[in-house]
């Protein structure tokens, strides 16, 4: 199993210089993956035009999305920033989607919330259609286009998943919680007859030596959640022998790639996380 790291671009405090810092150090770290979160109604930096950055101050790492929210955006224009930064990083983009639960990032957008799932559905055999030669440059690196992950838990998030994407973003959550989305989304690819099976990617979040400030943060970012914040917020990862214990069940139960997400904006933290991996 492939282990990445998160972008710290939703995190309290974090600016542009630090963003490409951070980049940079995970390129040369023992890190397989750099992912960004996506959220519209929140002191954050924008996904695509973060890894646009941080694909000018990388070399090696792969770029990911976990995940951008697809139907706040046009499809024509999520096909075209996708394809430039693949092609900026040079074939290096992991493109990871799903509808998103936040009402109010549809209402800022001015966007229906309502019938979300049938335009991410349209939007998805758009992207494919548009980097397939389509009239909308530029061609993304990636032959067919970026590796596309779908993330969800419902029934329709996994058939999307396995119509159009090439494997499946989970939320997050211990080894278990992964292993039964896990065992759905490999159901749902045999259903259609696809062959192999789809690439599994996982997430989790992460505070070393700062847990209250890291916290705090998820308490806050899932605020709209109500009482479960407070539950995303005890499993933040904070020990060094919680993130070996998580990754070494995340790889038991089929995960390809585990990406860890900071809570805290501070390099202090990536140098600790690359430590403990080493």
């Not at 049938?118 to 389509?134: I, V, Y």
Request: glycine content about 12%; proline content about 6%.
């Amino acid at each position: 199993m492939n282990v990445g790291v998160g972008l710290p671009n939703t995190t309290p405090g974090a600016g542009g210089e630090l963003l490409l810092e951070w980049a940079r150090r995970a390129d040369g770290g023992p890190f397989s993956s750099l992912a960004v979160l996506d959220r519209l109604l929140y002191d954050s930096y924008e996904p695509m035009t973060s890894l646009a950055a941080a694909a000018a101050a990388t070399e090696r790492i792969r770029l990911a999305t976990m995940i951008v929210i697809a139907p706040l955006r046009s499809g024509a224009m999520l096909a075209k920033e996708a394809a430039t930064v693949d092609a900026l990083s040079e074939g290096r983009l992991t493109l990871g989607l799903a509808v998103g639960a936040r009402h109010d990032d549809y209402d800022v957008a001015g966007i229906e919330h309502r019938g979300r799932g049938r335009r991410f559905s349209r939007q998805l055999a758009e992207l494919r259609e548009t980097w397939d030669g389509g009239p909308i440059g530029p061609p993304p690196v990636q032959g067919n286009g970026p590796e596309l992950l779908v993330g969800g838990l419902t029934g329709p998030a996994f058939e999307r998943m396995a119509r159009y994407a090439d494997g499946y973003a989970h939320n997050g959550g211990p080894p278990r919680a992964f292993a039964r989305s896990a065992a759905q989304a490999n159901a749902a690819w045999r259903d259609l007859g696809r062959p192999g099976r789809p690439r599994l990617w996982g997430q989790a979040y992460f505070a070393l030596g700062d847990e209250a400030a890291g916290a705090a943060y998820l308490r806050d970012y899932y605020a709209f959640t109500g009482p479960f914040a407070e539950k995303i917020a005890a499993a933040l990862l904070t020990s060094p022998r919680a993130i070996r214990d998580l990754v070494r069940g995340y790889a038991d139960e089929g995960c390809d790639e585990l990406v860890l997400l900071p809570t805290v904006s501070s390099l202090e933290q990536l140098d600790r996380l690359a430590e403990v991996l080493a």
